[in-house]
């Protein structure tokens, strides 16, 4: 009888910035599993912490003169999906957010 | 129409949009912008598969994107073409963790020629869409997308692949069509720009998305909120919600019925209380199953220090039998909880919380178990445990008047973890929606490239649904068997 710890470990990667979608693959099943509750908070918090870490963007408004606005986003708002393995070979597929969305005051 | 029609109907509409490009349809192309013999340009043999007829390595991937795109543009109306920037290049990879890809808006567009709402940020493809006209000429793509080409190699997780298929059936790989589906659908508007961890709105001010985020507490949309209040409203788990009138009709019809446990008795504690489920056991139905409940009791021993933690054969297997089992959570597997208090006879179990936490799914597979099972929150254990001695008279139920990943108004409810998840808060649905839906921040194995509520939520912010396209049916409401019944609020999936 496999104690709950060790059937449900804690797979968490080192710190990938910013993560957004993810997918588990159990290894036992083979099939995509979504990650525990305890899991997510701690992913969020790593994101947090890397979201802190990084250099505010800076964004230019270009003012069109038929009054439009446009901002280029670069890549500030690419949903990464990332792929993750943990020690016990368990996958997951996660969609995150880019680093330092948007950080920098309104223009 | 069934959904295999309807997938049907689907894919005659997106023979046509090929066939014929003049339809007044959106048109999406992708832009290759690899080199040569690289990327979608990679000349490695590769054997069609699952209707994906490229011979190459580099022309699956690129006939992978085309599909996605074209299932996009066959849903989606209006006069514009949308480009998508696309490589398939190396991205950040070890041997345990990579990027599988990104994808996203390129552009924020405000205040354009025939904008709905003024000093609103919108999309640029959407905003295009709207004005009828590429409204930057000559600058990027509306919509970039990356992929990671060296997934499955040495040194960039080895054991994961990619499954260029159109037909889903990925096995273990990864569905390249439904990750791409789904990042398009973040690109064409499925997101909002706000920051949900400072609650600040994208150069000051709001975006359309923003305009349907109720926060059922506040009784506000986020665009009549402060920062703050949109900062603390982004940790408001199960009390955030879409509102919006396409996304509201298409719900009940997508989403199944909900889950719960009623109480009956004693009246000091009657009411509904919010449960998750079990990826195994029998299912739940609308009748459900009734009993009282009955604590189960186990010796303390190497399985199991507690007495009440149904982790090895129960000692009071006559009290429990025919009755609904408690007991609490640890030290085993669920599946093992749930295999002792049916072997004692119990109807039905519910597993208490031991950890102040949301709900989630018990995770576990045993095709042996057939009672259904739910979990309480820690507080709603102790409270049943309480006021056994007076005697609880449960039901386990699915209650039909009320959606999986829905709240008490039957709006959908967005992603809203405490703590913020930086962008994977609120710009998708809620977890505990049920069946999977295309737009939950974690990827499910078993969507069928659906686009379920991401179409009716893209109507609402703007686009317009092309008409040969009909309404995306679900499947059943609920799932028999081992797949367990629908999810529940928190349905976070636990292994055992």
């Known amino acids: 009888m496999a104690p709950e710890a060790s059937a449900c470990p804690a797979i968490d990667a080192p710190a990938p910035p910013l993560p957004r979608v993810r997918a588990f693959i159990d290894p036992a099943t083979g099939q995509l599993r979504e990650p525990t509750a305890d899991e ?11 979201r802190a870490a990084a250099a505010p963007r800076v964004f230019v408004v270009v ?3 038929d009054g439009m ?3 280029d986003l670069g ?3 690419l949903f990464d999906v990332k792929l993750e393995a943990g020690e016990d070979g368990a996958f997951r597929i996660v969609c995150v957010p880019p680093p330092g969305v948007p950080a920098n005051p309104p223009q | ?123 640029a493809a959407l905003a295009s ?55 398009f659908a973040h690109g064409l508007g499925f997101l909002t720009f706000a ?22 507490s506040a009784g506000q949309t986020w665009d009549a909120m402060s920062d703050a209040g949109r900062q603390a409203s982004a940790i408001r788990t199960g009390s955030v919600a879409w509102d919006s009138p396409r996304v509201n009709a298409a719900a009940p019809s997508t989403l199944a019925s909900t889950p719960t446990l009623t109480v009956h008795a004693p009246a000091a504690i009657a009411g509904e209380l919010e449960v998750g489920t079990a990826s195994f056991g029998g299912a739940l139905t609308a009748a459900g199953v009734s009993g009282n409940l009955a604590a189960a009791e186990d010796p303390s021993d190497s399985a199991g220090a507690a007495t009440t933690d149904a982790c090895s054969p129960l000692t009071n297997a006559a009290a429990v039998a025919g009755r609904i089992a408690l007991v609490d959570r640890g030290t085993c597997n669920f599946t093992d909880k749930a295999r002792n208090v049916q072997a004692a006879g119990a109807a039905g179990l519910v597993v208490a919380d031991n950890v102040a936490e949301p709900l989630f799914i018990m995770g576990g597979a045993d095709a042996s178990i057939t009672i259904p099972l739910v979990l309480v929150t820690q507080s709603d254990g102790a409270s049943l445990r309480a006021n056994l001695a007076a005697g609880v008279a ?103």
């Not at chain 2, 999986?404 to 992603?415: E, P």
Request: hydrophobic fraction near 40%; charge should be negative.
């Open chain 1, 75 to 77: 890549d500030a708002f």
């Open chain 2, 1 to 123: 129409m069934s959904r295999s029609a309807w997938r049907g109907a689907l894919l005659a509409a997106l023979v046509l949009v090929v066939a014929t490009p003049a339809r007044a349809g959106v048109q999406i192309t992708i832009i290759n912008g690899n080199a040569a013999g690289v990327g979608f340009n990679d000349a490695t043999p590769a054997t069609p598969v699952g209707g994906n007829t490229g011979t190459t390595v580099g022309a699956q991937r690129l006939q992978a994107f085309q599909y996605a795109a074209g299932l996009w543009s066959a849903l989606l109306d209006g006069d514009v073409s949308i480009q998508i920037q696309a490589t398939f290049e190396p991205l950040d990879c070890t041997a345990t963790t990579g990027t599988l890809g990104a994808a996203g808006p390129t552009q924020a567009i405000s205040d354009f020629p025939g904008a709905p709402e003024p000093r609103t940020w919108y999309a």
């Open chain 2, 394 to 496: 449960v039901t386990l139920r699915l209650d039909p008047t009320r959606h999986a990943g829905t709240d008490s108004a039957a709006r959908v409810l967005l992603y809203a973890p405490n703590p913020a998840d930086a962008g994977s808060s609120i710009s998708h649905w809620d977890s505990s929606a049920f069946p999977h839906l295309l737009m939950q921040p974690s990827l499910a194995s078993d969507l069928k490239h659906d686009v379920d509520l991401t179409l009716p939520l893209l109507q609402d912010i703007g686009w317009a649904a092309a008409p040969v396209v009909p309404t995306a049916p679900r499947g059943p409401v609920h799932r028999e068997g081992n797949d367990g019944p629908p999810r529940k609020l928190g349905p976070r999936p636990e292994a055992p």
């Open chain 2, 195 to 216: 920051d949900p961890t400072t609650g600040q709105e994208f150069q000051g001010q709001p975006d359309i998305f923003e305009k349907h985020i109720r926060d059922d």
């Open chain 1, 63 to 65: 003012e069109h003169p």
């Open chain 1, 69 to 71: 606005k446009s901002v």
């Open chain 1, 40 to 50: 997510l908070r701690r992913l969020a918090e790593e994101r947090l912490a890397a």
């Open chain 2, 129 to 183: 869409r709207i004005a009828g006209t590429d409204l930057l000429p000559g600058s990027a793509a509306e919509i970039q997308a990356k992929f990671n080409s060296n997934l499955g190699t040495t040194g960039c997780l080895a054991s994961a692949q990619w499954y260029y298929g159109l037909d889903n059936q990925h096995g273990n790989s990864i569905d390249l069509v439904s990750v791409l589906l789904h990042e």
